[in-house]
């Protein structure tokens, strides 16, 4: 079976520094992987996804992510965090031919002055 | 702008009151899920559709129902509210084809309140 680890549960971060979020997936062929973001009282938008070729993504409002095979990871990046950035991100995993997700729990992002 | 509409943002019931939720998409997508989302918590699939293929998920309760009446709207009905359906309700929608298969867009959600 599929799954999704996300280890870190909360992560503070000061305004300006840099960001990586990790996760971990656990499925037999190359998934299809994702990054949300949600907001507060929001629904969740993609900040990019990982289907197939250059193992390093690129998405938006500059965040990036890069593919391990080896590692089975897909972290997540952001090099400069702004106060806006400040959310939950989720980790999903795709394997069903029309698109059926698992999220892992989420990691919650507070940033700092 | 295409988008993923969900109606209302906040709806408060009472216990054992029947509720429906509402979502609509200008996105012409065949796949349309809901999802459940308790606080701090990852989203949870209760059922999708496949065009009209109505898909539950096994651990999905019998309280929750669906209808999709065309390839735009999808209800989530919930028969009888308990206290423990209290909780974020996202509908998402995907295509099964094209440059973007496979990738899911949401709503804002509705925040269901149970009293």
């Known amino acids: 079976a599929q799954s999704v680890t996300q280890p870190d549960i909360h992560i503070t971060v000061s305004e300006g520094a840099s960001l990586e979020l990790r996760c971990n997936y656990s499925?037999?062929?190359?998934?299809?992987l994702f990054w949300y973001v949600q907001s507060p009282g929001q629904g969740l938008q993609l900040l990019l996804k990982?289907?197939?070729?250059?193992?390093l993504v690129q998405g938006i409002k500059g965040f990036e992510a890069e593919f391990k095979r080896s590692q089975s990871s897909f972290n997540l990046r952001k090099p400069s965090v702004h106060w806006s950035d400040a959310a939950e991100y989720f980790c999903?995993?795709?394997?069903?031919?029309?698109?059926?997700?698992?999220f892992g729990a989420g990691t919650q992002v507070v940033v700092t002055p | 702008d295409a988008m993923v509409i969900q109606n209302p943002r906040y709806q408060v019931t009472q216990f054992g009151k029947p509720v429906t939720l509402s979502c609509s998409q200008t996105?012409?997508?065949?796949?349309m899920y809901w999802y459940q989302q308790k606080s701090s918590q990852a989203p949870k699939l209760l059922f999708h559709?496949?065009?009209?293929?109505?898909?539950n998920e096994a651990d999905t309760p019998d309280n929750f129902q669906s209808r999709r009446p065309n390839t735009s709207f999808c209800f989530l009905d919930i028969r009888s509210p308990g206290l423990g359906d209290a909780a974020m309700y996202l509908c998402?929608?995907?295509?099964?084809?094209?440059?973007?298969?496979?990738?899911?867009?949401f709503g804002a959600g509705t925040r269901l309140s149970v009293l």
């Open positions: 998402a929608t995907s295509r099964d084809q094209g440059g973007d298969k496979n990738i899911q867009y």
């Open positions: 499925y037999g062929a190359t998934p299809y």
């Open positions: 990982y289907f197939s070729g250059d193992t």
């Open positions: 999903a995993v795709g394997a069903d031919s029309w698109g059926k997700l698992q």
């Open positions: 996105l012409n997508h065949n796949v």
């Open positions: 559709y496949y065009d009209k293929d109505f898909n």
